[in-house]
T-cell receptor, first 112, second 114 residues
Framework: DAKTTQPTSMDCAEGRAANLPCNHSTISGNEYVYWYRQIHSQGPQYIIHGLKNNETNEMASLIITEDRKSSTLILPHATLRDTAVYYCIVTAGGTSYGKLTFGQGTILTVHP | DAGVIQSPRHEVTEMGQEVTLRCKPISGHDYLFWYRQTMMRGLELLIYFNNNVPIDDSGMPEDRFSAKMPNASFSTLKIQPSEPRDSAVYFC????????????FGQGTRLTVV
């Protein structure tokens, strides 16, 4: 799986959009970008994933650059409950997509 | 469905003792994964099963660790003998065979070996 690079930490004001970047310059054509988050003391939680098109669901939006070497996770209206560690993971997908290589992630702190 | 269920939530044991962690995956999921999380190493995959068969155990740290999946609804991770450096949070996750969807994680077992 390709390696990812994320900022160690970010801050965001409640109600504002949180934009979390991720670099994955060595991503290959069959690899997907997945985002998970881990709220303190809980198991990781899936957020969203994509291959090359932008994706949106009820939690977030995922913007993938045209060359696929980087992506941005957008939480449109961050709340205090969005404070968590966010992991950007690149994986070949298929059916064993639970086989995940977690990096250090980005600690997002949402403040009032 | 209640999600992935792990037990116990917390375990404190003495060095040298056997420890067994348990996981009940989501019904119908064909894949089961065991992860370990420590401050030093972060989240790392230990082993995973497909249809109750171990597929990749390359992440298992040493022979003291073993995992089984006797049926589709139950898996165990055993450490014998336990050591203080095994102290960590152990997560179980499951996923269906549907291509390119998500993995569901349990709440984890916090293991402390003293």
């Amino acid at each position: 799986d390709a390696k990812t690079t994320q900022p160690t930490s970010m801050d965001c004001a409640e109600g504002r959009a949180a934009n979390l970047p991720c670099n994955h310059s060595t991503i290959s054509g069959n690899e997907y970008v997945y985002w998970y988050r881990q709220i303190h003391s809980q198991g990781p939680q899936y957020i969203i994933h994509g291959l090359k098109n932008n994706e949106t669901n009820e939690m977030a939006s995922l913007i993938i650059t045209e060359d696929r070497k980087s992506s941005t996770l957008i939480l449109p209206h961050a709340t205090l409950r969005d404070t968590a560690v966010y992991y950007c993971i690149v994986t070949a997908g298929g059916t064993s997509y639970g086989k995940l290589t977690f990096g250090q992630g980005t600690i997002l702190t949402v403040h009032p | 469905d209640a999600g992935v269920i792990q037990s116990p939530r917390h375990e404190v044991t003495e060095m040298g003792q056997e420890v067994t962690l348990r996981c009940k995956p989501i019904s119908g999921h064909d894949y089961l994964f065991w992860y370990r999380q420590t401050m030093m190493r972060g989240l790392e995959l230990l082993i995973y099963f497909n249809n109750n068969v171990p597929i990749d155990d390359s992440g298992m740290p040493e022979d003291r660790f073993s995992a089984k999946m006797p049926n589709a609804s139950f898996s165990t991770l055993k450490i014998q003998p336990s050591e203080p450096r095994d102290s960590a949070v152990y997560f179980c996750a499951s996923s269906p065979s549907t291509v390119n969807t998500e993995a569901f994680f349990g709440q984890g077992t916090r293991l402390t070996v003293v």
